[in-house]
């Protein structure tokens, strides 16, 4: 049937893996992510990004912990809000908000996963989904513009360029999502350090638990520079074959 033709041949798409990228270009991508993530112009207008993973998180588990999700915000300043109902302590909080710093991090692992199995299609396939998903839970208009546009070069990446745009768009963005996923953090101690986040994820960790809020930094930190070492080690993996490194 031509129905379940298309299907099948759109799954084995899906699960096809692209051949090994050359180890030029996984250091070229980390050089340029590093680069945009380290330097304020660039950070300025990407870092978007990684507040659609950050509120994403925080929804994600809002509903995994059966809180009801009133919706998403992102702002042009970067900042963004996601709005859930339930008790306002207890394990499903906690985790909700522990949620947000750690999720760009994460998901860069997740990618750097998919990457060291040359899955590109499906990695670009998924952040499509995600994105779409996410799109049904905003609640104001730069918030979906910002998804639209994201999701609409992802797309168009994954439809129209070729095999090695596809991986040098796909390597770029993981190598961001993992360096991207710390400056948070040390915009975060720098900012509480001068009393401008009173309210901060952190903060309202510290007043649900026993741990302060510079312990809950720190260990926003400790997940992302985790994730950073082994996203990195699983990216770095066509470098590490050339020289004869398995694991």
Do not use: C, K
């Amino acid at each position: 049937m031509p129905l379940i033709d298309g299907l099948t041949t759109l799954w084995d798409t899906l699960l096809s893996a692209q051949p090994d990228p050359p180890p030029l270009l996984v250091v070229l991508t980390a050089v340029v992510a590093l680069a945009v993530v380290a330097t304020r112009v660039p950070w300025r207008i990407t870092r978007n990004a990684v507040t659609i993973a950050h509120e994403g998180g925080h929804a994600l588990v809002a509903l995994l912990t059966g809180r009801r999700l009133h919706g998403i915000r992102l702002h042009s300043d970067t900042s963004g809000l996601t709005l859930s109902a339930g008790r306002p302590s207890g394990p499903g909080m906690i985790l909700t908000l522990l949620a947000g710093y750690v999720a760009p991090s994460l998901l860069g692992l997740g990618g750097a996963w998919l990457l060291a199995g040359n899955r590109i299609t499906l990695l670009l396939w998924l952040a499509v989904a995600l994105l779409l998903a996410m799109l049904v839970l905003i609640r104001n208009l730069f918030g979906a513009l910002s998804l639209l546009v994201t999701g609409g070069v992802v797309l168009a990446v994954s439809w129209y360029t070729s095999p090695q745009v596809q991986a040098a768009f796909a390597w770029t963005s993981v190598w961001f999502l993992l360096f991207g996923g710390v400056r948070p953090v040390f915009e975060l101690r720098r900012q509480r350090s001068r009393g401008r986040m009173p309210e901060s994820d952190a903060d309202q960790l510290g007043r649900l638990t026993p741990v302060p809020p510079l312990g809950w930094v720190g260990l926003f930190l400790l997940v992302a520079l985790g994730a950073l070492v082994a996203g990195g080690l699983l990216l770095a993996g066509p470098i590490l074959a050339g020289a004869g490194i398995t694991f």
